[in-house]
């Protein structure tokens, strides 16, 4: 009978480290472009985006509610422009 590594074996097989919380672990992690808004937290939004299979409004509301750089108000005007958007898709 042949042997069928489990998803987590084959990423490992292809170089994607998961640690015990099952978030991917790579270099990218380590290498934020200017600043360290999201690099700073043990799990960044793109993990949790990826988690909950998010679309890419719904990543992006998220990122803005997350983040600490500079003028919160911006960042939570920027989210509701993306809910807005995702709000006319869906009616």
């Known amino acids: 009978m042949a042997y069928n590594p489990t998803q987590r074996e084959v990423d490992e097989m292809n170089g ?7 978030v991917y672990v790579t270099p990218s992690r380590n290498n934020q472009v200017a600043g360290d808004h999201y690099s700073k937290y043990e799990v960044q939004v793109w993990d949790i985006i990826l988690m909950y299979k998010l679309d890419y409004f719904e990543g992006n509301m998220l990122k803005y509610l ?17 809910l807005d958007k995702k709000l006319e898709g869906t009616l």
């Open 16 to 22: 994607l480290n998961v640690n015990s919380d099952n």
């Open 66 to 82: 997350l983040r600490s750089k500079g003028d919160r108000k911006e960042d939570l005007l920027k989210l509701k422009h993306y």
